[in-house]
């Protein structure tokens, strides 16, 4: 999986930069994807948070 440029931000840490966005789920549920921006298909992370 790659996360597409168009529509994701860029953030560096560490001198590493990573690629994520912000994916509304359904109503009250986002999802987070966190994926490294050289190391093609290298996902860092999926997060889910729900509004309450």
Do not use: C, N, P
């Amino acid at each position: 999986m790659t996360i597409s440029k168009k529509g994701s931000r860029k953030i560096v840490v560490e001198q590493e930069s990573y690629r994520w966005v912000i994916t509304a789920l359904s109503k009250g549920i986002i999802t987070l994807t966190v994926q490294h921006d050289e190391v093609k298909g290298q996902l860092k992370g999926r997060y889910r948070f729900r509004h309450q």
